[in-house]
């Protein structure tokens, strides 16, 4: 089960994916990218407690972080923005017409970025914290 680093690896993927595609202004695969890299660094952080857990919902996988993990409660807002990007980002028949990219903003894109930055960067600090301690 500890796998915490490789997640917290594709996180960092999936976020730099982000920012590359926010130079091309794809909002819509922005905020979805967005999305992906604070599930897997959720779900590090929870592999680094000693959790696996499944699923793409931010809001749940932050619920259990933060029974162990009070500091996280700061994202709360955050991931239920980001929550909602995980479908409709992709899909066009999300919204009553148009494709899905239509829908989405920069402005909307550089807040996931800064959400996403903000999830990614404590729990970076946290899993090498953990490292230095045990030596890997």
Known sequence: MERANDLLIDAEDF????NDLFATS????????CQQAVELALKAILNY???ERRGHGLS???DKV???REEFEQFRDAVKILDQYYIPTRYANAFYSGPAMKHYTKTQAQEAI???EDILK???QIVAEGETETGS
């Open 15 to 18: 976020f730099g994916a982000a």
């Open 26 to 33: 794809r909002w819509s695969k922005v905020c979805f990218n």
């Open 114 to 116: 800064k959400y996403s």
């Open 60 to 62: 749940i996988l932050l």
């Open 66 to 68: 933060c029974e162990h």
């Open 122 to 124: 404590l729990v970076r």
């Open 49 to 51: 407690l000693g959790f």
